[in-house]
């Protein structure tokens, strides 16, 4: 099925439906809660209600995107649904918690970007060309259609951002930016949503930055390097789950590296471990070989080891694939 069918059915499912729960992934990014937001805005211009539910609070730095403090947590959501809308996640595991306030036989559309996506849903939108969910959800207000204000569009914008690195990114296109130049014909204003999502560090960032930046290393050929947030950093820092995004860069941005790995150590004995790659290493695959996925620069997956077995089992992984 080509995108545009798959997005006509999209927007005919949304037609005929309403009261719609819609979530993203856990431990939302800018892509997530941008898109997931945008759909809020075209469901309710369409004159429908919506849920929004997430299972973690909305990271400080993305609660001024319009409509984000209509966001619920499972725990204060009391009933079910049977028509949700999906966005920015590629399995049905990734939506962690809140999946379970979906009905068992919930009609379910899935709008993503990425390669990993299992199709999980009734009505499925996947275009892994897009470089970000926020690209396909603009697709899917034109096909509806419904006005794209100020307020959906710093929405999308958002996502558009964070998701290319501030359109640095390989998967920043032609479209990437003729879609953001619309944005902004459309009332954006660039310059706070960056200061907001990129330049502003908070003071426990910084403290949890130096003590990450401590673990440094890297491997014989220079090629891998990889830093480690143990627990104890966000406790003696004061820093949240949500300060350690962006850390896998330094490792990533080394001279001479090509994949950037950063292994956190989450409660529950269990390791989220983030890849990043330059130019050749598909970190997608690797991450889908531990049970996660992502894209092919940019991926995770969340282990059942130590620290240092995690650190071990993901490092000679990385070796076999970058020195076959
Ligand atoms: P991050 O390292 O910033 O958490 O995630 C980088 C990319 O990989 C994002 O696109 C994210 O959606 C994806 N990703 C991270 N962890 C997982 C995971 O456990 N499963 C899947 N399928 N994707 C993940
Ligand atoms: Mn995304």
Not at 149 to 175: Q, V
Not at 272 to 279: A, C, G, N, P
Not at 289 to 294: P, S
Request: glycine share 8%.
């Amino acid at each position: 099925m080509s995108i545009e069918e798959m997005l006509k059915d999209a927007a005919d499912y949304i037609r005929a439906h309403d009261d719609f729960l819609i979530l993203t992934h856990v431990n939302p990014d800018g892509d997530a809660l941008g898109s997931s937001l945008a759909a809020a805005h075209i469901v309710g211009q369409l004159g429908k209600t919506f849920t929004l539910v997430s299972d973690e609070p909305i990271p400080e730095k993305f609660r001024f995107l319009p409509l984000a403090d209509r966001f619920r947590q499972p725990g204060d959501v009391q009933r079910e649904f049977s028509h949700v809308l999906t966005f920015d996640c590629a399995d049905r595991k990734r939506l962690g918690e809140s999946g379970a306030l979906a009905t068992g036989n919930a009609t379910i559309l899935n709008v993503d970007h990425h390669a990993t996506n299992d199709h999980f849903g009734t009505y499925n939108v996947v275009d892994t060309k897009a470089a970000a969910t926020c690209e396909v959800v603009y697709r899917l207000a034109r096909v509806l259609p419904v006005e794209i204000g100020k307020e959906m569009a710093t929405c999308l914008y958002t996502g558009l951002l964070t998701d290319t690195g501030g359109f640095r990114y390989s998967n920043t296109t032609p479209e990437t930016h003729r879609l953001a130049a619309e944005l902004l014909s459309r009332g954006v204003e660039p310059y706070p949503i960056a200061d907001r999502v990129f330049e502003t560090i908070t003071w426990p960032r910084l403290l949890l930055t130096r003590e990450v930046l401590s673990t440094i290393e890297r491997d014989d050929s220079g090629r891998i390097a990889w830093l480690c947030v143990p627990l104890e950093f966000l406790h003696r820092t004061g820093a949240s789950e949500e300060d350690v995004e962006g850390l896998v860069n330094y490792a990533r941005n080394i001279d001479g590296v090509e994949v950037g790995i950063l292994f956190r150590e989450v409660p529950g004995g269990k390791v989220k471990v983030s890849f990043r790659s330059k130019y050749v290493v598909d970190v997608g695959q690797i991450a889908l070989a531990f049970g996660g996925g992502g894209h092919a620069r940019a991926s995770g997956c969340t282990v059942e080891w130590t620290l240092e077995e995690s650190k071990r089992q993901v490092i000679s992984k990385v070796k076999e694939v970058l020195v076959p």
